[in-house]
């Protein structure tokens, strides 16, 4: 479908960063977005309006890294990661459901993903994991946001 172009983006189901955090998701562009189109993966972040929101500081300024992971045991993951611009209207307090999406519009040259017997893509299934860097989070938060368990197979983890 994303090569026919029927269905250009996937979106991730929503997350928090924690029990009282900011609400979000990804969106993964599978057959590219923009400059990036048919040429890399696309994959970006998504700001959500949420039940958080009033208790949390914006705009939001945390950088946030994105992993396709590797399925085999070489563990050749593909990490990239970008630090917001907080004056784009994708980092405010949301208004609406979802902000613009922001994000990394050349996260995976598509040549890689297309070749046969390639590590990411097993069974139709890839595996993507967002971290979001609080690095100036308040420590006695930081174990609960350490403890969070992404739900990855044993292998990948």
């Known amino acids: 479908d994303a090569q026919s172009e029927r269905q250009t983006s996937i979106h991730s189901p929503p997350f928090y960063s924690s029990p009282t955090g900011y609400k979000m998701r990804a969106r993964l562009y599978l057959n590219g977005d923009g400059n990036a189109r048919r040429t890399h993966m696309s994959l970006f972040f998504v700001l959500m309006r949420g039940p958080n929101d009033t208790i949390l500081k914006f705009p939001f300024n945390h950088k946030v890294t994105f992993c396709l992971y590797d ?87």
């Open 71 to 157: 399925q085999t045991h070489q563990e050749q993951h593909i990490i990239d990661s970008f630090r917001p611009d907080i004056k784009s209207n994708s980092f405010q307090r949301p208004r609406s459901e979802m902000n613009i999406a922001s994000g990394i519009p050349k996260f995976f040259p598509l040549t890689m993903i297309q070749q046969e017997g390639n590590p990411y893509l097993r069974e139709d299934t890839m595996f993507i994991k967002v971290i979001v860097d609080f690095g100036d989070m308040p420590k006695t938060l930081l174990p609960h946001a350490l403890s969070l368990n992404p739900g990855l197979p044993m292998h990948i983890k």
